[in-house]
């Protein structure tokens, strides 16, 4: 059943980049909504500063939308758990590496916060708030890899050529072996599937119940990579969801964890990780220097 909220924010999410200005009248006729509601709903997003007029009769996102990204910045837990560790983790990387942190949203993929030490002279399609499909990219591929396999086939269904496209399979069982691979494997590695030239390195963020929430990754030119680095970024991309994990866990009451169980004989319990991880994070805490050390070396 679809309520008056509902159609509310559908008005709200009519404004995107490809159509950032709208009247009431054509709202009005893209949600077949009566011109007398669609002017009420147009009423409360503008008294409530989600949209403003720019013209007579058409409107705009407004600035409560600037003052709520200013929020999310200063306040979400994920960044605000991530972004320390990602500071320190961007020194050990080599020069023009950009770190990312994305999270899942709806059937797609975000970015939601960007690190480097020296700014990079490269494009990188995983801007922050602009949203990616969850078939292509690394940061993508580590997150799609783990989600329900229900889900999955959702998005598989819909997108079913750009699945073959960015070569996790043509058909559902091909596509359910590929990404079982890429769980097992624990990291996702992909060459310039959005940008020439360039290389995604990304390992997931899971919750404790082994829900997948999110990817940490790395970009970097192709050029540079020798499959030494690419084993280096790996391991040092897992230390940091580890850490990631753990901090988060103590900002939302311990809801976070850095992986999912461990299969049958394989890997550490994740009690067991979750301490490893407490452990790294007071070392890191007390003295960061031996970290920059190691990188060095």
């Keep these: 059943m679809t309520t008056t909220s ?21 709202a009005a006729t893209r949600l077949d909504l009566a011109v007398s509601t669609a002017y009420r709903y147009f009423r409360s997003l503008s008294k409530a500063g989600l949209i403003v ?17 200013r929020q999310i910045r200063l306040q979400d837990p994920l960044t605000s758990a991530a972004q320390p560790i990602m500071k320190r ?14 999270r899942l949203f709806r059937s797609q993929v975000i970015c939601v916060h960007q690190e480097f030490t020296e700014r990079p002279d490269f494009a990188v399609s995983y801007e922050r708030g602009r949203p990616m499909p969850l078939f292509r990219g690394a940061s993508s591929k580590s997150i799609l890899a783990n989600m329900p396999l229900r889900a999955v086939k959702a998005v598989f269904e819909e997108h079913q050529a750009k699945f073959a496209q960015a070569s996790l399979g043509r058909s559902w069982d091909e596509v359910k072996e590929r990404l079982r691979e890429l769980r097992a ?14 290389c995604g390195i990304a390992v997931p963020l899971f919750e404790t119940k082994g829900i997948v929430i999110g990817s940490l990754s790395v970009v970097l030119p192709a050029q540079h990579l ?16 580890e850490e990631v994990s753990w901090a988060l866990s103590l900002r939302t009451g311990g809801t976070a964890s850095s992986s999912p ?37």
């Design 6 to 26: 509902d159609r509310v924010l559908g008005v709200l999410g009519l404004f995107t980049l490809d159509e950032p200005e709208w009247t009431v009248e054509d």
């Design 53 to 69: 007029a720019l013209a007579t009769g058409r409107y705009v996102l407004g600035p409560a939308i600037i003052q709520y990204d």
């Design 89 to 102: 983790l961007a020194e050990q990387l080599p020069p023009h590496t950009v770190l990312l942190l994305c």
């Design 185 to 198: 494997a624990g990291v996702s590695v992909t060459q310039a599937e959005l940008d020439p030239g360039m």
């Design 226 to 241: 020798e499959a030494s680095l690419v084993s280096g970024i790996t391991q040092l991309l897992r230390s940091a969801a």
């Design 261 to 297: 169980a461990p299969p049958p004989g394989k890997g550490r319990s994740p009690a067991a990780r979750s301490k490893t991880a407490r452990k790294k994070h007071r070392q890191v805490s007390r003295d960061p220097k031996p970290a920059r050390k190691r990188a060095r070396a």
